[in-house]
């Protein structure tokens, strides 16, 4: 069994495709980041367990998640159907293949997209801006810095990840490879989302997520 961190605002329209897309041996773990909608509810008609997060912000549900989870190896994808929960054993599996060398491994899922719309230009841009500047620094070759990702939940908790916001996902890469672990990255599907978009569907939000992930790449040393 794998547990899957799916961190959720206000995402009950996308949740249910989600979760009926959800492979066998892969248990979803919905962290409610204070939605305002059903998603709780919706969450919990459709098998999957709900965490709450006791601080907003996405790296604080996606720690609240990782924290709830039980399993060896952990998966987190966004819950807003633009990722298909399909595409997660291939990720396993290609954290087994960097695992044979003996050190952690995290994959990430580089997003290819499918569907107008999928990945407007502002947010592929800055997301290609960012990828340039991890990559100085940490020494990998990525091209994306991709919402779904797996990883062995001892060794995130052992990162010390702390940003709470949306610098998370750059900190998990970043102190990854300052700690010697093989970080890849594999082809995904992505759809255009369900819903409205908090982050990178608004140029607002892409602008914070940017900032957020600028800061982390400031502060954080080997």
């Known amino acids: 069994m794998i547990d899957v961190v799916l961190p959720c605002l ?6 249910p495709w989600v979760l009926t897309r959800m492979p066998g041996g892969f248990r979803p773990l919905v962290v409610d980041n204070a939605s305002t909608d ?4 919706v969450a919990a008609e459709h098998g999957a367990r709900v ?15 990782i924290l ?12 807003d159907a633009s990722l298909d929960p ?33 990945w407007p230009p502002h947010a592929r841009l800055g997301n290609a801006v960012l990828a340039r500047s991890l990559n100085r620094r940490a020494g990998t070759r990525l091209r994306d810095l991709g919402p779904m990702r797996a990883a062995r939940r001892d060794g995130l908790l052992a990162l010390g990840i702390a940003d709470r916001r949306f610098g998370y996902p750059l900190e998990m890469v970043l102190r990854a490879a300052h700690a010697g672990w093989r970080v ?8 255009p989302r369900t ?8 140029l607002t939000g892409t602008v914070r997520a940017v900032r957020d992930m600028r800061r982390v790449l400031a502060e954080v040393t080997p």
Do not use: N, Q, W
């Not at 965490?51 to 998640?65: D, I, L, S, T």
């Not at 709830?68 to 819950?79: K, S, W």
């Not at 819903?195 to 608004?202: A, E, P, Q």
């Open 10 to 15: 206000d995402e009950a329209e996308a949740l």
């Open 38 to 41: 059903d998603s709780a509810r």
């Open 51 to 65: 965490v709450p997060a006791g601080v907003r912000g996405f790296g604080a549900a996606c720690h609240a998640g």
């Open 68 to 79: 709830a989870a039980e399993t060896e190896v952990v998966c987190v994808m966004d819950a």
């Open 86 to 118: 399909a595409e997660l054993p291939r990720l396993v599996a290609a954290l087994g293949d960097l695992g044979t060398a003996g050190r952690p491994g995290l994959v990430l899922g580089r997003r290819r997209p499918s569907g107008r719309g999928a």
């Open 184 to 191: 890849g990255e594999i082809d995904v599907a992505y759809r």
């Open 195 to 202: 819903g409205t978009s908090k982050v990178t569907g608004t």
